[in-house]
């Protein structure tokens, strides 16, 4: 049987996550969230999300990390602004990312099991006998081993690079912490491949799921956007996306992202609609 928990992306007040009230009123026990802003991971903030959380029954599976000056306006944008990759904002962004870790750690005393932490690292450079390279995977190994002091995993999200470089680089770092967040419609959005042939080559080190859909841009792919659109109604093939989470034995939260926070009706309506798509599709596959 398929049992996975349905889950969805969620924000405090950062991201383009839906907000906790939304998530309750879905009916929805299990999250993944963008990091909240400095102001909102206080001790006491933290213990008053936690609460909210138990009052709703709500788990977290992951909380990504998030910077201010991260731009997805183009992919050339992305390159230059997000994650640990860029090198004049990497150490401010690392001494965050520790500080995120620490806020998954309060908020995930409620819970049985830890709270990963989820990365769009920011495009890692193809040449693995480069300086940058070699300097993004010392930052990396950092990471992990301070993250591991909470007993948490590195989830590493899919699309702007090739999954044979990801697994590479998840090589290279050698950590036993570092994992994959599979998102298969990055992989058409970066315009990087097919999403079901790249989930089984790294099947072995998924551990977290989008389930987001798009289309291929048409225009040149790598450097113009693809184009998201709702769960199963694009490229995905969400069916045999579906199914080959359940032939490799994927037993994680099947995590409903939906980047719309400036339509929030629409967006918590095409949420419902995945929900029970997903809902149909795991009933099928029994």
């Given at each position: 049987m398929m049992n996975n928990p349905i889950g969805v992306f969620a924000s405090v007040d950062a991201g383009y996550g839906v907000p906790l009230d939304v998530v309750k009123e879905l009916g929805i026990k299990t999250i993944q969230m963008h990091t909240p802003t400095k102001a909102s991971r206080t001790d006491e903030k933290a213990q008053a999300f936690l609460q909210k959380l138990q009052e709703y029954g709500v788990t977290v599976s992951t909380v990504f990390l998030g910077f201010d000056g991260e731009t997805y306006e183009s992919i050339a944008r992305?390159?230059?602004?997000?994650?640990?990759v860029p090198e004049q904002s990497r150490?401010?962004?690392?001494t965050e990312s520790y500080e995120i870790?620490?806020?998954a750690a309060k908020i995930a005393a409620g819970q049985p099991t830890p709270i990963a932490i989820g990365?769009?690292?920011?495009?890692v450079p193809h040449d693995r006998s480069s300086s940058a390279y070699k300097s993004i995977v010392e930052t990396t190994q950092t990471l992990c081993d301070y993250i591991?002091?909470?007993?948490?995993?590195?989830?590493?999200?899919?699309g702007q690079e090739p999954v044979d470089l990801l697994m590479a680089f998840i090589a290279d770092v050698g950590r036993?912490?570092?994992?994959?967040?599979?998102?298969?419609?990055?992989?058409?959005l970066y315009g990087i491949g097919d999403p079901l042939g790249a989930?089984?080559?790294?099947?072995?080190?998924?551990?977290?799921?989008?389930?987001?859909?798009?289309?291929?841009?048409?225009?040149t792919p790598g450097v113009d956007w693809g184009c998201e659109v709702p769960f199963g109604t694009g490229q995905v093939k969400a069916e045999q996306f579906l199914r080959i989470l359940h032939e490799i034995g994927y037993a994680g939260p099947l995590t409903i992202e939906r980047e719309l926070s400036?339509?929030?009706e629409r967006q918590k309506a095409e949420i419902s609609q995945a929900v029970k798509l997903i809902e149909d599709l795991k009933a099928k596959i029994g």
């Amino acid at each position: 049987m398929m049992n996975n928990p349905i889950g969805v992306f969620a924000s405090v007040d950062a991201g383009y996550g839906v907000p906790l009230d939304v998530v309750k009123e879905l009916g929805i026990k299990t999250i993944q969230m963008h990091t909240p802003t400095k102001a909102s991971r206080t001790d006491e903030k933290a213990q008053a999300f936690l609460q909210k959380l138990q009052e709703y029954g709500v788990t977290v599976s992951t909380v990504f990390l998030g910077f201010d000056g991260e731009t997805y306006e183009s992919i050339a944008r992305t390159a230059e602004t997000v994650g640990l990759v860029p090198e004049q904002s990497r150490q401010a962004r690392l001494t965050e990312s520790y500080e995120i870790s620490d806020f998954a750690a309060k908020i995930a005393a409620g819970q049985p099991t830890p709270i990963a932490i989820g990365s769009h690292i920011g495009f890692v450079p193809h040449d693995r006998s480069s300086s940058a390279y070699k300097s993004i995977v010392e930052t990396t190994q950092t990471l992990c081993d301070y993250i591991a002091k909470h007993n948490q995993e590195l989830h590493l999200e899919t699309g702007q690079e090739p999954v044979d470089l990801l697994m590479a680089f998840i090589a290279d770092v050698g950590r036993a912490n570092i994992f994959i967040n599979f998102d298969p419609a990055n992989l058409i959005l970066y315009g990087i491949g097919d999403p079901l042939g790249a989930l089984r080559a790294v099947a072995s080190k998924v551990r977290g799921v989008h389930c987001k859909d798009a289309t291929a841009t048409t225009g040149t792919p790598g450097v113009d956007w693809g184009c998201e659109v709702p769960f199963g109604t694009g490229q995905v093939k969400a069916e045999q996306f579906l199914r080959i989470l359940h032939e490799i034995g994927y037993a994680g939260p099947l995590t409903i992202e939906r980047e719309l926070s400036s339509e929030p009706e629409r967006q918590k309506a095409e949420i419902s609609q995945a929900v029970k798509l997903i809902e149909d599709l795991k009933a099928k596959i029994g």
